[in-house]
């Protein structure tokens, strides 16, 4: 059984500081790496992937991958108050239809003013 | 790119009522559909998925069931609710080698 595992937190920045918010996953065999942000109330939203070891940057956000520990980590960089959300690490297979998705609990963030 | 809808947005259902969701996507064709149910301050919990018309997976042994009558169309059913049942369920579409979800139902069980 694949599991992800995320700190539930909440983890709690003041505004304008990096954000790091990290995921583990039990199985070595994944191949692609997604985080999520969900608002109170809203679905989950893809912010990011990243399928090569490394650093990929998108605007604020940067997602990192280490195979080798079987560890993703997202950071958020000059966070803002906007940014306070449920962050949901999702990794997935080898197979191209997602039967072995699988999700983290999330971790819950806020950016206070 | 594809659509989810879903609906009803909000549900209000007494214990032992029936239960029928949707969820319908655009832009896409023979697509993997997956319903979701996340109990309040919770991670996602996967109920079903569903790989073709008629194709349902099961992934949690429950009083819920899935349907899949047309190509784009999921339904998630029940005939009788329980308590435990309220949540936000959400259904989602693969695409692009991740999820896509819609927006969600909002169930409150009383």
């Known amino acids: 059984q694949k599991e992800v595992e995320q700190n539930s937190g909440p983890l709690s920045v003041p505004e304008g500081a990096i954000a790091s918010l990290n995921c583990t996953y039990s199985d070595r065999g994944s191949q692609s790496f997604f985080w999520y942000r969900q608002y109170s109330g809203k679905s989950p939203e893809l912010i990011m992937s990243i399928y090569s070891n490394g650093d990929k940057e998108d605007g604020r956000f940067t997602a990192q991958l280490n195979k080798a520990s079987q560890y993703v980590s997202l950071l958020i960089r000059d966070s803002q108050p906007s940014d306070s959300a449920t962050y949901l690490c999702?990794?997935?297979?080898?197979?191209?239809?997602?039967?072995?998705?699988?999700f983290g609990p999330g971790t819950r963030l806020s950016v206070l003013p | 790119s594809q659509t989810i809808h879903q609906w009803p947005a909000t549900l209000v259902q007494p214990v032992g009522s029936p239960l029928s969701l949707e969820c319908t996507v655009e832009?896409?064709?023979?697509?993997?559909l997956y319903w979701y149910r996340q109990a309040a301050g919770r991670g996602l919990q996967l109920l079903f998925y569903?790989?073709?018309?008629?194709?349902i997976s099961s992934e949690v042994p429950q009083n819920l069931s899935a349907s899949r009558p047309q190509d784009r169309q999921f339904i998630l059913s029940s005939k009788k609710l329980l308590l435990s049942d309220s949540g936000f369920y959400l259904c989602a579409c693969w695409g692009q080698e991740t999820q896509y979800f819609g927006p969600g139902t909002r169930l409150l069980v009383l």
């Open positions: 999702a990794v997935g297979g080898t197979d191209n239809y997602g039967q072995n998705f699988v």
């Open positions: 569903s790989v073709g018309i008629g194709q």
């Open positions: 832009g896409t064709s023979n697509p993997n």
